[in-house]
């Protein structure tokens, strides 16, 4: 079983739209979470952190955290044609300095 | 958020030949520092962790010998492949984990460096 899991995609979406990418994760002792945003040929870019459970919202992005159904998502609003990259998901688990990252999703946003 | 740079962002070398990438911290202190390796349409593949001081700590299969680490101080880890082949061309990033701040707790990436061995 791999310890973060990603839908690879690629995800579709209308301009305008919401994009909603999920992850879910085995170490139930993880307390924090990130996700990155990589575009092709380009180095992976910090979007949002998050350690609590409930939501966390950052202009157009909003990461949600379950921590008892291992599950953390990031939801994209009005989704732009910019935003088509790769979305990592990567959690750090109890008591290393080690990210542990998916395998990512791929969104892609048409106009 | 936090910067991380590396250099040189792109090399091409021949086969035998040694390549150093340095990678700094330039607006805070970092003593621990991260290698990455990701071939074209793969997923990150975390190389060792490189600790300010100490030996670095390496991931199963990467040969300790081939990828020498140092990080001698707070804000510069370097990377060298040593007698590098072409299947060691790949993309190289390193990133830096911030302890103190606004940006606590985050890890921040370098933008790469594109080893290309002839």
């Known amino acids: 079983q791999k310890e973060v899991e990603q839908n690879s995609g690629p995800l579709s979406v209308p301009e305008g739209a919401i994009a909603s990418l999920n992850c879910t994760y085995s170490d139930r002792g993880s307390q924090s979470f990130f996700w990155y945003r990589q575009y092709s040929g380009k180095s992976p870019e910090l979007i949002m952190s998050?350690?609590?459970?409930g939501d966390k919202e950052d202009g157009r992005f909003t990461a949600q955290l379950n921590k008892a159904s291992q599950y953390v998502s990031l939801l994209i609003r009005d989704s732009q044609p910019s935003d088509s990259a790769t979305y990592l998901c990567a959690v750090r688990p109890y008591n290393t300095d080690k990210l542990i990252f998916g395998t990512g999703t791929r969104l892609q946003v048409f106009p | 958020g936090a910067v991380v740079s590396q250099h040189p962002s792109r090399v091409i070398c021949k086969s035998g030949t040694s390549v150093k990438i340095e990678c700094r911290s330039l607006d805070f202190q970092a003593t621990t520092m991260f290698w990455y390796r990701q071939f074209p349409k793969q997923s990150l593949m975390l190389m060792a962790t490189s600790n300010e001081g100490s030996k670095a700590t390496y991931e199963q299969g990467v040969e300790k010998d081939k990828f020498l680490i140092n990080h001698a101080s707070l804000t510069l880890s370097t990377l060298t492949v040593t007698s590098a082949h072409p299947e060691d061309s790949s993309f190289y990033i390193c990133?830096?984990?911030?302890?103190?701040?606004?940006?606590?707790?985050?890890?921040?990436f370098g933008p790469g460096t594109r080893l290309t061995v002839l």
């Open positions: 990133s830096a984990r911030v302890l103190a701040g606004a940006s606590y707790n985050e890890q921040f």
């Open positions: 998050i350690y609590s459970n």
